[in-house]
């Protein structure tokens, strides 16, 4: 029980601490908000929140897997591409929806 609540506030600190230098979630807030639907609004949020750790988890899962993350090394450009597609893509759906 004391790993869950250590990494519920080493995780609830950076989420506070970088939040002010994170705009997108107040991107997020306000086109769901704009939208009016409360049930898109929660997808919107749930997506926002799974994007944001993942990479936390990505890391804190590539220094405990050496020989795992030697072997993604190797996929670097390929994850990167997909994730700067995915990124545009996201930000020219919320262009859009507002």
Avoid: E, H
Wanted: with cysteine; net charge positive.
């Amino acid at each position: 029980m004391g790993a869950v609540l250590g990494g519920l506030f080493l995780g609830g600190g950076l989420a506070a601490c970088s939040l002010p230098c994170n705009p997108g979630i107040f991107i997020v807030i306000g086109a769901s908000f704009l939208m009016g639907r409360i049930v898109w609004g929660m997808v919107l949020m749930a997506a926002f929140a799974i994007g944001f750790s993942l990479p936390l988890a990505a890391i804190l899962f590539g220094v405990s897997f050496g020989k795992a993350s030697l072997k993604a090394q190797k996929l670097d450009a390929v994850i990167r591409a997909i994730a700067g597609v995915l990124l545009v893509c996201a930000g020219f759906y919320l262009l859009t929806i507002v």
